[in-house]
């Protein structure tokens, strides 16, 4: 079983910056792909950023160019700089994780989800 934390929500103004951190924990073999999805109130919950543990990474085109996700896979820990908010990238935000496990199982994994809040 893994375990998803996340950290670094909050209520911020537009064009202020956050930074979200999600950590695995658990009975960790490999850590897959790693990403962020959000979900605003009534919309389906979308995919934000992912990356490989390769280092591949691809963003949803709203947020290229404002958004740098990044990883330490010493730690198994995923990160989300988000700069330039817009009110629109308010949502509550997940973290999602695909990893191996003891024993030798193949999962998805989802965090709690942190609330990311911007005015205008």
């Known amino acids: 079983q893994v375990q998803l934390v996340e950290s670094g929500g909050g209520l911020v103004q537009a064009g202020e910056s956050l930074r979200l951190s999600c950590a695995a924990s658990g009975r960790i073999i490999r850590v897959n792909t790693m990403g962020w999805y959000r979900q605003a109130p009534g919309k389906q919950r979308e995919l934000v950023a992912a990356?490989?543990?390769?280092?591949?990474?691809n963003y949803a085109d709203s947020v290229k160019g404002r958004f740098t996700i990044s990883r330490d896979n010493a730690k198994n820990t995923v990160y989300l700089q988000m700069n330039s908010l817009k009110p629109e990238d308010t949502a509550v935000y997940y973290c999602?994780?695909?990893?191996?496990?003891?024993?030798?199982?193949?999962?998805?994994?989802w965090g709690q989800g942190t609330q990311v809040t911007v005015s205008s």
């Open positions: 999602n994780a695909d990893a191996l496990s003891v024993p030798w199982v193949v999962s998805e994994y």
């Open positions: 990356v490989t543990s390769g280092g591949r990474m």
